[in-house]
Every structure is written in structure tokens, then in C-alpha cells.
């Protein structure tokens, strides 16, 4: 091919290449580079074309040889750097823009791409700065604005983070992940009538834009209506089936359902665990054959070392855990940390928050610090990490405490519970965990510091009952609703008293006031009061509570606790699977069994029973709280003693088998 026609057809190809037609311009592209393998344009223009075919290996290697042709290209660095991002080699990717960035400073699209790479390698805040000088650079720049708003989202809360989203949308509305990234931050922040405007926004750009699928997914989740959730979630993982996102949360809102048995959630639980296991088996983690008094090093991981529940359970171990024998470090996976984080760290040899990091990173860094046993205390609950352990973090993984039921991965190896909550025989096949039940309570709890003291039951003064529940308006299952009218029913005048979180919304107190009012409880009955101000306004409100009702088939845990704290009996039904066995175990710790019904009759003919004799009940609430703080589910010391002797016992079985 001659110059002059070498040319004319990169002009060609050129031509292609601007009014989009990238099939016939990296055709023309390849020609010329075979007839003038050294033309830096040939090269750079057919790596550029590759890029936006996603042909991200044939791009890195173009533009590869094409800077070998021109180093100093700027542009051409910027690109590979790019290219090497797509590719999935961030480190590769942060060289290259860095060198384009040394020539060429000023070059917004090349700060944003740093941005992306910087995020990818775990450094938010080097992250937060290069998408900051893309928007300055380039004020125009959509997308970097909303980079910059996920960024500080993760990092400062989405508050701050609207208004990045909402100048993102304002400069360039068609950018669907924008308008999903805005609608979750305007329903993290209370505005859900917005937040699902915004997001369905992003689908009326992309219908099949799964990230605001899930958005509307965790919506409807959120305001407890639990079937959406799941058919939303359903929709999500049509699109994109290896969601992890959506694969946790709906299992997790599986188990909220009344409809369903111990064997469905198991194969659903499964499921997920296939998923994530299947293709090559991970290189297996060295075990050490530990001498008696050699210390285990113990790492725990959760989004909720902070003042969420799992803490209330945990710390009594972690400050009695003999040091001697077990060295604890703490994976914190949350970007809040507060006081209740600083003394869980008191107890922790290593430290680290893995807030918004890629799981590449965590992984880089957990098995850098080689724990022996790696405990889960999330499960399937939001911001977990579960597939990371499918690839075999440490010698041995420990499901525990943060959630009801197998996670589905044969990976993780014992799941911590007792025989109450999970019966031998009747739990172990639907676990892919070996169940150990180390203690006669899975569960040890630390009453809040600064609980009030127990007032006498209100029903002295008012000649009325009262009855109420504190838990997740999630669990409120048309089972619980009927067990609940049974109650009402069989206590005339009584009247029930509902607490948490969006139980205060107008939407949500409809939906409640229709379904009491068809099993002929009048609204009038029904009381209400949204989330408090702090824990001991929370608890305080117990106060104005007679007798506790627990919710099936998803008992609570920290509500139970609490109600008992305050002195309140709580009624439960005891079910067949491990979400619906929780409150036996606890009520059987505190010595309280007779609370525990077998059947729904039974759970209405208790709870009346306890209001017959208004001043037996307040002997009874009067005496409650010493009875728990001598039970066996306060005895920390005993408890953490049962925990460590167990995690022995199963390092010690490892390395045998």
C-alpha cells in the first residue's frame, strides 16, 4: 500500500470512526496498521475503537504498542489507562493515567478515569480528590459528579451526597445512574416518594438497569412490604443473575415469610452458594497445628461493630475472651464508627475498617493478617461479604449471631447456635454449615448502660391492657397479625401499642389499619410511635407497654432482650425452624418457659393469662430484671469461656481432618 493511500484510508477509516460506525473503522484501522505496523495512528485510533467495542484485551495490546511508538502521547497513555481498567488491572491503570496526567494535567476525563481507578484500589479519599479535580476542570462532566456523590455517600453519608447526584442529572438527565444513584440517597434519607420517582426515571432511560431494579427492591424493603421487595429483587436478578446485592437481600426477606418452610429456604440458600462456589476451588489456607496454650487469632467481620444490635452480643465475649488464648482482630465493614466502635477496638489486636472497599482489596488484606478462624456476623444482612468466602479467607469460617439461617456456602465450615434454637436432627440437613451447639443460649446479652428503671405496669392506672412489639415492622406477617387480633380479641378493651421504624407513616399505618379492621379490630385500638431520639428514649417507652408480643415466623432478638430488660413478659410461638426458635431459647435462659406457646390458641390464651391479675403482672415486671441479670443469658464470663472452648474444638478438628 502506498503512502499516499495509506492516507487516505486512515482518513476513511477516521470518518467511520467519528460518525460512530466502529465495525468498518477498525476494519479500515487494520489494514493500515499491516501495511505500516509502525504508524502511531494506525495504532492508537484502532486501540481507541477497541475500547469502545469493549474488546478491552485487543485494546490494552494496540495501545500498548502504540506508546511503545510515542511515549510521550498523553492521550494515548490516558486511554491504555483506561483500557487497563476495563481489563481489570487497576495498578496497571493508575501508571498510565499518571503518566498522561505528568504531561497533560489539565485533562478532566483523565482525572475521572484516576477517580474510577483509585476507587477500584481502595483509596476513596486519593478517589474523592481526582473526581474533585475533574468537576473543576470540567464542570460540564456528569459523570464525575456522580462518582464524586457515590464516593461521598460511602464516606460521609448520603445527605451530602444529593446534591452531586442532583447536579449530575441536571447536566446531562439521560444519565441512568445518576437518577438511581440519586433515588437511593433520597430514600436513605427518609424521602421514599421521591427516591422511587428518581429511580423510575433511570428506568424509563433503561428498563433493564439493574442497580435501580435493586433500588426499588431495597425501597420496598425498607417500608416492609416484603413481597415487592422480593419480586423487585426477582426483576434485578433477571437482568444480572450473579447480583450479590439482590441475591442477599431477597434471601434475607425469604425469611420473613410465613409461606414458606425450612427446606425451601434451604434450597434457596443453596442456590446462592452454588453460585458463588462453582469454577476452580480455591487454594486451600495453611492450618497450624496449635499447641493447648498457643493463642488463636480470631477475626471477626461485620458492618456493625458500632451501636447497631450484633454489638450488644458481642462485646461480652470479646472482653472476656482470654487473651492468653485467643487474639482477636476486628473487620469493621461500615463507614460509621462511633463510641460503641471504640471500646469493641479496646479488645482488638488489629483493627481495620473495610467501609466501601473493593472485595479485592479485603481479601489482599484479611489474608494478610492470617487469622486462624474467620467468624461472619452478618449472613445475608445488608453490606456482607459472603462470596469473599467462597474463596477460603482462612483455615476456618464461622457463620454466627448476625443472622437465622445457613449462609449456603459449603465454604463456611461451622455455624455457631444452640439446641434449642436449632434441634439436633431437625436442623443439621438444612444447613450447608456443621451446626455447633456451644451453649445451652447461642445468645449473651449487654443491657444498655443507661436503661431506665422498670416502672409498674400502665394497666394499674388506666384499668386497661396494653400490649405491644418493638420489632422490625418487616416481621409484622399475616400470621403475626392474626396471632395479634387473637389477642386483642380475647382481651376486650386492650389495646395494642406498634414501635420501629416507618411504623409512623401514613402508607404503612393504612395498610395495618385495613387488615386489623377485616379481623374486626377497630383503628382506634391501634397505637403507634416512630423511631426515638437516642436508646433511652427507645426503651423508656416499655413504660407505657403491659405485655410484650413477639412476631413469627422471625422472632426478635434484641427486642425480646430489651422488653425483658424493662421488665415486660414477652409471648412467643414457638415454630419449626431457627428464625421462629429464637425467642424459646431466650425466654428458656431467663427462666421464663412458661411465656413459650405451641400454638396460635395457645399464644392468645397466654397472653390473657397474664392480664388477669393486674397485680400478680406488676409483681412479676417488678422482679423481672434481677431474675435476667442472674440468668444464664447475662453470664458473660461463662458464656465467652463456652465460645472460646468451642472455637478450639473446631480449629483443633481441622486440622485433624
Known amino acids: 500500500m502506498s503512502p499516499a493511500r495509506i492516507q487516505g484510508t486512515l482518513q476513511t477509516a477516521l470518518a467511520h470512526h467519528q460518525a460512530g460506525r466502529l465495525d468498518q473503522a477498525a476494519a479500515l484501522y487494520d489494514q493500515v496498521r499491516k501495511a505500516a505496523p509502525r504508524l502511531f495512528d494506525a495504532s492508537h485510533l484502532a486501540g481507541t475503537v477497541a475500547y469502545q467495542q469493549h474488546r478491552y484485551n485487543d485494546a490494552v495490546s494496540l495501545l500498548s504498542h502504540a506508546l511503545s511508538l510515542d511515549p510521550r502521547s498523553a492521550p494515548c497513555a490516558m486511554r491504555l489507562g483506561l483500557a487497563c481498567f476495563s481489563q481489570g488491572n487497576p495498578r496497571e491503570a493508575e501508571k498510565h493515567l499518571r503518566a498522561s496526567l505528568a504531561r497533560q494535567p489539565s485533562v478532566a476525563e483523565a482525572w475521572n478515569g484516576l477517580g474510577l481507578v483509585l476507587r477500584a484500589l481502595g483509596r476513596p479519599a486519593d478517589a474523592i480528590e481526582a473526581f474533585r479535580r475533574a468537576t473543576t476542570l470540567q464542570p460540564g462532566l456528569a459523570a464525575a459528579h456522580d462518582q464524586l456523590g457515590a464516593l461521598i455517600a460511602d ?34 434519607t427518609g424521602d421514599a416518594k421521591t427516591g422511587m420517582d428518581s429511580l423510575d426515571r433511570a428506568l424509563s432511560l433503561d428498563p433493564r438497569f439493574a442497580p435501580a431494579l435493586l433500588g426499588k427492591g431495597l425501597a420496598c424493603q425498607r417500608s416492609h412490604r416484603i413481597t415487592e421487595a422480593i419480586h423487585f429483587y426477582d426483576q434485578t436478578l433477571a437482568v444480572d443473575p450473579r447480583n450479590q446485592e439482590a441475591l442477599s437481600a431477597r434471601l434475607f426477606c425469604l425469611n420473613y415469610l410465613d409461606n414458606i418452610d425450612a427446606r425451601q429456604l434451604f434450597e434457596q440458600h443453596r442456590a446462592f452458594g452454588r453460585i458463588w462456589e462453582t469454577g476452580t476451588p480455591p487454594a486451600p489456607m495453611p492450618l497450624v497445628a496449635r499447641a493447648s496454650e498457643s493463642p488463636l487469632r480470631v477475626a471477626f467481620l461485620s458492618p456493625d461493630l458500632r451501636a447497631h444490635s450484633v454489638s450488644y452480643f458481642l462485646e461480652p465475649l470479646l472482653r472476656h475472651l482470654d487473651p492468653s488464648r485467643f487474639e482477636i482482630v476486628l473487620y469493621h465493614d461500615h463507614a460509621v464508627t462511633d463510641t460503641v466502635s471504640t471500646r469493641l477496638r479496646q479488645w482488638a489486636k488489629i483493627w481495620r475498617n473495610f467501609a466501601s472497599q473493593p472485595h479485592g482489596w479485603v481479601i ?107 420489632n422490625n415492622a418487616s416481621k409484622f406477617s399475616p400470621r403475626t397479625l392474626r396471632l395479634w387480633s387473637a389477642v386483642l380479641t380475647r382481651v376486650p378493651q386492650s389495646r395494642l401499642f406498634l414501635k420501629g421504624h416507618g411504623v409512623d407513616e401514613a402508607s404503612f399505618q393504612d395498610r395495618l389499619f385495613s387488615w386489623m379492621e377485616s379481623q374486626g379490630i377497630s383503628r382506634d385500638r391501634l397505637e403507634f410511635a416512630g423511631r426515638t431520639a437516642g436508646l433511652e428514649a427507645h426503651l423508656s417507652l416499655y413504660n407505657q407497654v403491659d405485655v410484650a408480643l413477639d412476631t413469627s415466623p422471625y422472632h426478635g432478638t434484641t427486642t425480646t432482650c430489651e422488653a425483658l430488660w424493662m421488665g415486660r ?89
Open 155 to 188: 464516606s460521609q453519608g448520603f445527605a451530602h451526597a444529593i446534591p452531586h447526584f442532583q447536579k449530575a442529572v441536571a447536566l446531562d438527565p439521560k444519565l441512568t445512574a445518576a437518577w438511581c444513584n440519586l433515588g437511593l440517597a433520597q430514600i436513605q
Open 364 to 470: 489482599e488484606k484479611i489474608r494478610e493478617d492470617r487469622p486462624d478462624i474467620l467468624i461472619d456476623l452478618a449472613g445475608h444482612t445488608g453490606f456482607n461479604r459472603l462470596p469473599l468466602f467462597a474463596q477460603r479467607l482462612a483455615p476456618v469460617q464461622v457463620s454466627y449471631l448476625g443472622y437465622p439461617n445457613t449462609t449456603g456456602l459449603t465454604s463456611m465450615d461451622f455455624r455457631f447456635t444452640d439446641e434449642i434454637a436449632d434441634p439436633a436432627g431437625t436442623s443439621d440437613d438444612t444447613h450447608t454449615e456443621k451446626l455447633i451447639r456451644f451453649s445451652p443460649c447461642a445468645w449473651t446479652y449487654q443491657p444498655p448502660a443507661g436503661a431506665p428503671d422498670v416502672a409498674p405496669p400502665p394497666c394499674l392506672r388506666t384499668q386497661a391492657i396494653t400490649f405491644g412489639s418493638f
Open 569 to 657: 413478659p414477652v409471648i412467643t410461638l414457638a415454630g419449626e425452624r431457627h428464625a421462629s426458635r429464637v425467642g424459646v431459647s431466650l425466654l428458656t435462659a431467663v427462666g421464663c418457659p412458661d411465656w413459650i406457646a405451641s400454638s396460635d390458641e395457645a399464644y392468645a390464651e397466654k397472653a390473657r393469662q397474664l392480664t388477669l391479675d393486674p397485680q400478680s403482672l406488676a409483681h412479676r415486671i417488678g422482679t423481672l430484671r434481677q431474675q435476667v441479670a442472674s440468668s444464664l443469658l447475662l453470664d458473660h464470663a461463662s458464656q465467652a469461656q463456652r465460645f472460646g472452648e468451642a472455637l478450639r474444638r473446631c480449629y483443633a478438628a481441622a486440622t485433624q481432618s
